[in-house]
Nanobody, 115 residues
């Protein structure tokens, strides 16, 4: 069974960049779509960006033009490149399939955007 491990979070100033990684213990090539989700304090988890196995990527309106979601099937890894970060991007970021699979949820990685 695939396990997903997120990494790359941290503290960054507004306008800065971070690159998150989602490493899978098994092959993600058969997973139709992979997504990055985020949950801010006191808010529901939301889907920020996703990418299909064919490489078609879609971003939520809140991150459009700032985030990209490269996918490397050979390395079984999905990334989230975050640029022009804003304080409202502060959240715990998770990766999962789309639709989500309960057993795929990992610990997430904290991203804090603050001066």
């Amino acid at each position: 069974q695939v396990q997903l491990v997120e990494s790359g979070g941290g503290l960054v100033q507004p306008g800065g960049s971070l690159r998150l990684s989602c490493a899978a213990s098994g092959s993600i090539g058969s997973i139709v779509a992979m997504g990055w989700y985020r949950q801010a304090p006191g808010k529901q988890r939301e889907l920020a960006a996703w990418i299909t196995s064919g490489g078609n990527a879609v971003n939520a309106d809140s991150v459009k033009g700032r985030f990209t979601i490269p996918r490397d099937n050979a390395k079984n890894t999905v990334y989230l490149q975050m640029n022009s970060l804003k304080p409202e991007d502060t959240a715990v970021y998770y990766c999962n399939s789309l639709p989500t699979i309960k057993n795929y949820w990992g610990q997430g990685t904290q991203v804090t955007v603050s001066s």
